[in-house]
């Protein structure tokens, strides 16, 4: 994989020898004749047409996703939303219904809302956790089930190994966003899923200049996607995006550890901090899911999610004592970022769902960068110190315990 990510789907000799993939900053491309352009619209003749159709740049990154995730196609997108719902809308039509990890991206969240609103797909979720969580919520117009792991923001996660075997005795495709996990950590088709969409604003991309979202999966399916829901509903990747991600994905197994040694340090600093009560982090031996990270992640990631003690306003004054961290949504980036889910990226969702993914008031997000471990920290730590519980809040977190 180490070499995948710099040299997969790209071969300078091709290039007049540029080492890197140069960038095709062009909408259009000409044809030599009237009849080339006929056959390359029949489809008679390889070649490229117009960048909302391909182009050579964001080719070469298509052909590099693909082989990371260990998938016969890839295909690259405006944004991760954007491959979320051309995934959806292609796997979909009128009155179907979507199996859901109960914990999803807010703006999916949103999207499937929407879907529900206007063509009467509707969802459940379901946690899961076993084959009979599951089976329970299948239906005969289920058409998809759409999983998060690790769930964004509880870090929960789900043996894909176990949901993929269940799909395949009804013959649903299994979905997964592989956005937090990365192809380093966890290659959910390995598992017996169908199809990966990925944030590549994330940990793809890296380096926090870029929006943009990939899927890979079997030919078949990805050619359809390709020549409707991407050409025809247009949410394309720009050609400059892909060269950026082609540069951040080179180095994307080196920052994957990093993130993850960081995050390491960090949880176990969370863990022992009296005004911390909850941490959340896959890579964790006294957690449930613990097994399940062992059995399908490389390593834990690099995000953790924590819940102070105290209030909403504790919360918030928490993020305002930072010093250098920053607060912001996103994660995967060089920066480390902290945001707080009930009000940011979680604000769309329902209270009450909120509650059920086990978003409080004091729950935070931490996107654990590339920084030493030791500053991290110790901003971490002067902020938490800062927080005055009240002798309530601590018996209520021990009445809970
Ligand atoms: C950020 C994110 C998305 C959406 O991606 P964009 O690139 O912002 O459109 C989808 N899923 C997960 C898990 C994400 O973190």
């Keep these: 994989m180490e070499t995948s990510v710099i040299h997969e789907g790209y071969d ?27 056959r390359r619209f029949a489809g008679d003749e390889d070649g490229y047409i117009y960048t909302r159709l391909g182009n050579p740049t964001v080719t070469v990154l298509e052909e590099r996703i693909a082989a990371l995730e260990n998938g016969e196609r890839g295909l690259a997108f405006g944004s991760g939303m954007a491959a979320v719902s051309a995934i959806l809308i292609a796997l979909t039509k009128a009155n179907d219904h979507v199996l859901c990890s109960s914990g999803l991206y807010g703006c999916t969240f949103g999207l499937l809302t929407m879907m529900k609103e206007k063509y009467n797909i509707t969802h459940d979720f379901s946690t899961m956790e076993t084959e009979d969580d599951v ?48 192809p380093y950590l966890q290659k959910p088709l390995d598992l017996g899923c169908d199809v990966v969409v990925h944030s590549a604003t994330k940990y793809i991309g890296g380096h926090g200049d870029v929006i943009a979202g990939l899927a890979v999966g079997k030919k078949e399916f990805l050619d359809e996607v390709a020549m409707t829901t991407l050409k025809d509903i247009g949410g394309v990747m720009a050609p400059f995006d892909a060269w950026l991600l082609l540069r951040g994905l080179k180095t994307l197994p080196v920052r994957m550890d990093r993130h993850c040694d960081n995050a390491e340090e960090i949880f176990k600093r969370l863990k022992d901090h009296p005004n911390v009560a909850n ?31 105290g209030t909403k306003k504790d919360a918030q004054g928490f993020l305002n004592n930072l010093d250098f961290l920053k607060i912001a949504v996103s994660l995967g980036d060089a920066e480390t970022l902290i945001e707080h889910p009930a009000t940011m990226t979680h604000a769309v969702v329902p209270e009450e769902f909120q509650q059920h993914m086990g978003i409080t008031d004091q729950l935070i997000r931490l ?16 902020a938490l110190d800062k927080i005055s519980v009240s002798s309530d809040a601590y ?5 809970s315990r």
């Design 12 to 38: 300078s000799k091709d290039m007049l020898g540029s080492l890197t993939t140069p960038l095709f900053q062009t909408s259009t491309f000409t044809f030599e004749s009237a009849e080339q352009g006929e």
């Design 135 to 182: 089976r329970a919520h299948i239906k005969p117009e289920t058409v998809c089930i759409y999983v998060e792991t690790p769930i964004n923001p509880t870090m929960k996660l789900i043996d894909l190994e176990m949901v993929a075997r269940v799909a395949k005795e009804y013959g649903i495709p299994v979905v997964v966003d592989n956005t937090f996990a990365s």
């Design 279 to 309: 941490v959340y982090y896959p890579n964790d031996v006294t957690h449930s899911d613990y097994p399940i990270m062992k059995k399908q992640m490389r390593r834990g990631g690099g995000v953790i999610s924590f819940e102070i003690i």
């Design 367 to 382: 996107s654990v960068g590339l920084e030493a471990w030791q500053d991290i920290w110790a901003d971490l730590e002067q």
């Design 395 to 399: 018996s209520k977190v021990l009445e």
